[in-house]
């Protein structure tokens, strides 16, 4: 049973470009939930999905948008990238919003 | 807003040491408390999941406690080994959301 994953594991963008980060739940989960964590400090909530619906955001503006498929997986994009995007961005998958949550291995954004 | 604090922010011990993490948060409605582990530049590891109805759960070496009206919960970890360094991070599960305190940097020396 595949845990879950995430795509692309490194990525390096440039101030300003827009890049979009990839989640493949747990089998049989159906509720993704996106992180950000700056160096040093715990994971901050950007935002949670269900039924391909937005369902919960924290403090995040709106360049930091989502989605997620039919079967269940789930894309992280920001747009107008600034050098404080720089993160590890960890994606969670739980059955239902308020369950145990599984990590994947998370995506290393860096902006230059 | 709820609130997350995990002290000390780093320990360092010998190894066979018994230790205690603290872990407090304002908000007393939560759903559940999960403790993880995370090793340098890795994913989250799950260590234990406590429901909001429960005081307590171990897994082996591991047993977290969970005392809702007082907004703490403590890892004690038995025995400890140089396998054991790592950050453990204490998130405290809400309504469709979960919130971390910026974790605790344990590190046992052989």
């Known amino acids: 049973d595949a845990g879950v994953t995430q795509s692309p594991t490194h990525l390096i963008k440039t101030r300003g470009q827009q890049v979009t980060l990839r989640c493949s739940p747990k089998s049989g989960h159906d509720t993704v939930s996106w992180y950000q964590q700056a160096l040093g400090q715990g994971p901050q909530f950007i935002f949670q999905?269900?039924?391909?619906?937005?369902?919960q955001r924290g403090n995040f503006p709106d360049r930091f948008s989502g989605h997620q498929f039919p079967n269940y997986s789930s894309e992280l994009n920001v747009n107008a990238l600034l050098l404080g995007d720089s993160a590890l961005y960890l994606c969670a998958s739980s059955l239902g919003g308020s369950h145990e949550q599984y990590f994947g291995p998370g995506t290393r954004l860096t902006v230059t | 807003k709820q609130e997350v604090t995990q002290i000390p922010a780093a320990l360092s011990v010998p190894e066979g040491e018994n230790l205690v993490l603290n872990c407090s948060f304002t908000?007393?409605?939560?759903?559940?408390l999960q403790w993880f582990r995370q090793d340098p530049g890795k994913g989250l590891t799950s260590l234990l999941l406590?429901?909001?109805?429960?005081r307590e759960q171990t897994s082996g070496r591991l047993n977290a406690s969970l005392d809702k009206s007082s907004g703490r919960s403590t890892l004690y970890i038995a025995a400890s080994q140089p396998g054991d360094s790592a950050t453990y991070l204490c998130a405290v599960g809400g309504n469709n959301d979960m919130r971390f305190g910026a974790g605790t940097r344990l590190t046992v020396k052989p």
């Open positions: 908000d007393s409605a939560i759903y559940n």
């Open positions: 406590i429901q909001s109805s429960q």
């Open positions: 999905y269900y039924e391909e619906e937005e369902r």
